[in-house]
């Protein structure tokens, strides 16, 4: 579904990732790990077509959008879960999906809505009530929503635990193991090593700009300690 080769991107003159490179199969859920600083914000901002690239390409099914423009992108079936969700507070849960879904198409409107519930039930719920008054989880949950309107074939998911409740976090991933049974590509930036790794199928560890470990997440648990240390952490990841 997407390849990044030789990838690099950055802030005008400042490189924040350089020459990473992965692939990821479509179907399936790839994390992309590492501490804070790591560059891994930067990289899938980059695949929305909101940070300036510096070299290498970003194919979707072979096709390079590196240099296409960001709604361009969601046209081509790419939707993003921001850091912090980025609601608009004042709109309610309803009117929130309807903005998600405004770039692509507002056809078939009530059928993607009720497709978004199906998967979280406790929005449809608070469909009235305003965002910004919804619990982190709910807001977390609303963001996911609002980007699956759009109709994505590619989801990318920035930090989708920060902040939250586990259970909020296990109902979250829940919805995103579903989503791929169900054939959606998703890629996740996660802090959570260990849950990360509970539903991805590969990984991607970056540590200053640079890639320092790529693999299946079965392997990953296998290292053990060796890919604790790749992390920062001070206990072993359990198999």
Excluded at 66 to 87: F, H, K, N, S, T
Excluded at 188 to 207: G, P
């Amino acid at each position: 579904m997407l390849t990044l080769e030789n990838f690099s991107c950055g802030y005008g003159s400042v490189e924040a990732v350089h020459n990473v490179s992965f692939d990821v199969p479509a179907g399936s859920i790839f994390a992309l790990l590492g501490p804070n600083g790591a560059g891994k914000t930067s990289t899938i901002m980059a695949i929305m077509g909101h940070v300036d690239i510096h070299g290498g390409r970003i194919l979707l099914e072979g096709k390079d959008i590196a240099r296409r423009r960001a709604i361009d992108r969601v046209a081509l079936g790419i939707a993003l879960v921001p850091e912090g969700r980025q609601l608009f507070s004042d709109l309610t849960v309803d009117e929130n999906l309807t903005v998600g879904g405004y770039a692509r198409t507002l056809a078939r409107d009530a059928d993607k809505r009720e497709r978004v519930f199906g998967y979280f039930p406790r929005l449809a719920e608070r469909r009235t009530q305003l965002a910004g008054s919804l619990s982190g989880g709910e807001q977390q949950m609303l963001a996911i929503g609002r980007a699956l309107m759009a109709e994505p074939r590619l989801l990318l998911v920035d930090e989708l635990s920060l902040g939250l409740m586990p259970k909020m976090v296990d109902l979250c991933l829940e919805a995103l193991t579903r989503l791929k049974r169900e054939g959606l590509t998703v890629v996740l930036v996660e802090q959570n090593t260990a849950r990360a790794l509970d539903v991805a199928d590969k990984v991607c560890v970056m540590s200053s700009g640079v890639q320092i470990y790529q693999g299946t997440a079965s392997e990953a648990k296998a290292a053990g300690s060796m890919f604790a240390t790749f992390l920062g952490m001070n206990e072993p990841v359990q198999p």
